[in-house]
């Protein structure tokens, strides 16, 4: 299996022996050793994936990249952030998943609110399966726990991605913008209830949620 570390905080290192990853197209920046490179349709998953994604809106162009050696990949000088599935599901946006073990099964899954809310649309990427994926934040991310005596406020511009059994609500509130004056109208979060881990970034995107 591929070997996936981190060479510094914004570039993914992935060491392969024989062995293959998917990656987000136009993604790699530098290799060692001998590589093969191959444009994927549908997400990776052929097809079906593509016809798939086009009629959910969630696009993600990917490349198969097998080898021997190492290839190293960023984007845009986004922080990465290593993900480890144990045959659980990982859901996070497309734009924001930078590689994943080739074995890992990638999908889409309906969001409804909390999709609307970020501005990115009713449905994002899974991947789930045995394997590790990299992930990409605007600035360092955070990792927090999710139990069911503690659940999360989470605004919707600053959520990247989670796993685990996590139900979310979309909920209307006192944001972080309300609160110091700049926020204008209703705000809104996801409430994540259950146990997991959610991925949070501390650079906001812009969202049609976050005051209406």
Do not use: W
């Not at 549908?42 to 798939?52: A, E, F, P, S």
């Not at 990982?90 to 073990?101: F, M, P």
């Not at 209703?186 to 146990?195: L, M, V």
């Not at 959610?198 to 995107?205: L, N």
Request: charged share 20%.
């Amino acid at each position: 299996m591929a070997q996936f570390r981190l060479q510094g905080s914004k570039v993914l290192a992935v060491d392969l022996s024989g062995d293959a990853v998917k990656a987000k197209n136009g993604a790699m920046v530098a290799y060692e050793g001998e590589m093969a490179f191959k444009k994927m349709t549908g997400g990776g998953d052929g097809l079906r994936g593509m016809v798939t994604r086009r009629l959910t809106g969630e696009q993600m162009e990917v490349m198969e990249v097998k080898g021997h050696g190492t290839c190293y990949f960023a984007d845009r000088a986004s922080e990465v952030n290593l993900v480890t599935l144990s045959g659980d599901t990982l859901y996070v946006e497309a734009s924001n998943l930078l590689c994943t073990d080739a074995s890992l099964r990638t999908g889409t899954s309906f969001t409804g609110l909390r999709g609307a809310s970020q501005g990115t649309g009713l449905f994002t990427t899974t991947v789930e399966g045995t394997g590790q994926a990299a992930i990409m934040s605007a600035g360092t991310a955070i990792v927090l726990r999710v139990t069911p005596a503690m659940p999360l406020q989470v605004d919707p511009g600053a959520y990247i991605a989670h796993t685990g059994k996590l139900k979310q609500h979309f909920q209307s509130g006192v944001n972080f913008r309300t609160v110091i004056g700049e926020g204008s109208g209703e705000a809104f979060q996801i409430r994540f209830e259950g146990d997991g881990l959610v991925y949070v970034q501390p650079s906001e995107r812009n969202t049609i949620g976050g005051d209406v």
